[in-house]
């Protein structure tokens, strides 16, 4: 069973707009989430994270946003480059039950120059 | 400094043959982890070790899957009378130590297609 979902499995936005990319999941103990970024044939790389206790972080042009009773989060970008062009995983853990992350499916996002 | 290293990076077995997959994880690093990569799919957990003890095996699909880490770095992932369904991206990461809000840096996977 799919605990971390991205429902959304592509993006194209204009370069210079805002990229939206959501992400929903079901266990209520997850408290600690993460984005990756993963160019074909590389492995995942680490974008930004947010633990349960906020509800914003941002780094650059990068902004997570939690919603945790709504179990949802979303990554924005802006403005949206060429090179954010990627696919996009979100990802969750638990303290309670170890190391392991959740990912989701994964969002490929285009950015249109 | 050097990432995390998986090798091969392809790897093509036939049905019923044994592979093993490679990890050398970023020097010093506590925590590793394997996770599998079907297509289309997000990562999904299949160990984790710290240092040389293996904590958490509950994701490994069957008793045909194996890992190790004996000497608390490198790490190997063996898979024992391949099959199709086995067929996927491999992904090693660590991390520095063994707490929850740590990044993990990953690595960038062996494709294994079984025939």
């Not at chain 1, 103990?29 to 044939?41: E, G, I």
């Not at chain 2, 050097?2 to 036939?14: F, H, L, N, T, W």
């Not at chain 2, 996927?88 to 809000?101: D, H, K, P, Q, R």
Request: charged share 20%; net charge neutral.
């Amino acid at each position: 069973d799919q605990q971390v979902k991205q429902n959304s499995p592509s993006l194209s936005v204009q370069e210079g707009r805002i990229s939206i990319l959501n992400c929903d999941y079901t266990n209520s103990m997850f408290d600690y989430f993460l984005w990756y970024k993963k160019y074909p044939a590389e492995g995942p790389t680490f974008l930004i994270s947010i633990s349960s206790i906020k509800d914003k972080n941002e780094d650059g042009r990068f902004t997570v946003f939690l919603n945790k009773s709504a179990k949802h989060l979303s990554l924005h970008i802006v403005p949206s480059q060429p090179g954010d062009s990627a696919v996009y995983f979100c990802a969750a853990s638990a303290s309670n039950t170890g190391n392991q992350f959740y990912f989701g499916t994964g969002t490929s996002l285009t950015v249109i120059p | 400094g050097a990432g995390v290293s998986q090798s091969p990076r392809y790897k093509v077995a036939k049905r019923g043959q044994d592979v093993a997959l490679r990890c050398d994880p970023i020097s010093g690093h506590v925590s590793l982890f394997w996770y599998q990569q079907a297509l289309g799919q997000g990562p999904e957990f299949l160990t984790y070790f710290q240092n040389e003890a293996q904590l958490d095996k509950s994701g490994l699909p069957s008793d045909r899957f194996f890992a190790e880490r004996p000497e608390g770095s490198v790490s190997t992932l063996k898979i024992q009378r391949t099959q199709q369904e086995d067929s996927a991206v491999y992904l090693c990461a660590s991390s520095e130590n063994g707490g929850t809000y740590n990044e993990q840096f990953f690595g960038p996977g062996t494709r294994l297609t079984v025939l």
